[in-house]
C-alpha cells in the first residue's frame, strides 16, 4: 500500500474514533457528501484539505503523520529460515547487525572494505527479508520494531554465544569503555524473578539510549556489546565437594 493510501486509511479510523461521519465532514468543509467519499475512494486531498480535516479533530498534520509511523507493522522476530540465511552469509550477518545498530549505507562503506556491488546485494537480502525497505539512491529505512529481538537459542544467538565464549571475554576489562562484573549470591526464587525484571529493564534503557544516539555522526559512536546472564550455577570444579545422595 502506498504512503498516500496509509495516510487516508489513518485518517479515517481516526475520524471513525472521533465520532465524524462523511456528511458532517463535507459540511464542516462546505462541499459534498458525494465529493468527500470519492476523495477518500481515490484518496485524492490537497494538503489544504488534509489539514482542515485534521483540525475538525485538534489534530496538526504532523500528528497525523506521527500516527501514521506508530501505526505500521514493524518487525519484531525473524523466522528461524530467515535467521540461518543470515548467519550462512558473513557479509549479510555484518550488514544485517550494523543497520539495525544505525548504520546507514555511507556509514557501511566508511566502516568495512566492501565494495558498492556487495553492499547493495546484501541490503537487497535484507529487503526480501522484510528487514528494510531499499528505497533510490540507496537509502535505508528500517523495519524492524525497537523491541526487535533474535530468536532465543536461534541460529544468530548461537553464532554469537559461540563468539562471546571465544572472543568477547578475552579482555582484562581496565579500560575505561569496559566493566565486567562476577556476583554470587544464594537468591530465593522471588528475588531471582526480581532480578531478572532488572535486567530487562536495562534491556530497554539499553535500546532507548541507541535511539537517542542514532542522530549522532558514526564519528561520535562506537560499538558496544552487553551481555547479560543469570542462572542457577555453581563452578564444576566444586562438583567434588558436594555430598552423596
Not at 523466522?79 to 544485517?96: H, R, Y
Not at 578475552?170 to 524473578?193: G, I, M, P, W, Y
Amino acid at each position: 500500500m502506498s504512503q498516500i493510501r496509509l495516510l487516508v486509511s489513518t485518517l479515517k479510523k481516526q475520524l471513525k474514533a472521533h465520532g465524524y461521519t462523511y456528511l458532517q465532514v463535507a459540511e464542516a468543509l462546505e462541499l459534498s457528501e458525494a465529493t468527500i467519499k470519492r476523495s477518500f475512494a481515490e484518496a485524492s486531498f490537497s494538503l489544504a484539505r488534509l489539514e482542515a480535516i485534521c483540525q475538525l479533530m485538534g489534530y496538526q498534520l504532523s500528528d497525523l503523520l506521527a500516527l501514521l509511523k506508530t501505526e505500521q507493522p514493524r518487525l519484531q522476530q525473524l523466522t528461524l529460515a530467515q535467521e540461518q540465511q543470515i548467519v550462512d552469509d558473513n557479509l549479510l550477518l555484518l550488514v544485517a547487525v550494523s543497520v539495525i545498530n544505525g548504520c546507514g549505507f555511507r556509514d557501511l562503506l566508511e566502516l568495512y572494505a566492501i565494495s558498492e556491488a556487495e553492499l547493495i546485494r546484501a541490503l537487497a537480502q535484507m529487503d526480501r527479508l522484510q528487514l528494510i525497505d531499499l528505497l533510490p539512491r540507496n537509502r535505508i529505512k528500517l523495519k524492524v520494531s525497537p523491541n526487535f529481538r533474535w530468536i532465543a537459542n536461534g541460529p544468530i544467538q548461537r553464532f554469537f554465544l559461540q563468539r562471546v565464549k571465544e572472543d568477547f571475554f578475552n579482555s582484562r576489562f581496565d579500560q575505561d569503555d569496559e566493566k565486567l562484573l562476577v556476583l554470587t549470591a544464594l537468591l530465593s526464587h522471588a528475588s531471582n524473578q526480581e532480578l531478572q525484571n532488572r535486567l530487562s529493564l536495562l534491556a530497554r534503557q539499553f535500546a532507548e539510549l541507541q535511539q537517542e544516539d542514532m542522530s549522532l555522526p558514526m564519528s561520535e559512536r562506537n560499538g558496544a556489546t552487553l551481555v547479560m546472564a543469570l542462572r542457577r550455577w555453581q563452578y564444576s570444579g566444586f562438583e567434588a565437594y558436594k555430598p552423596k545422595p
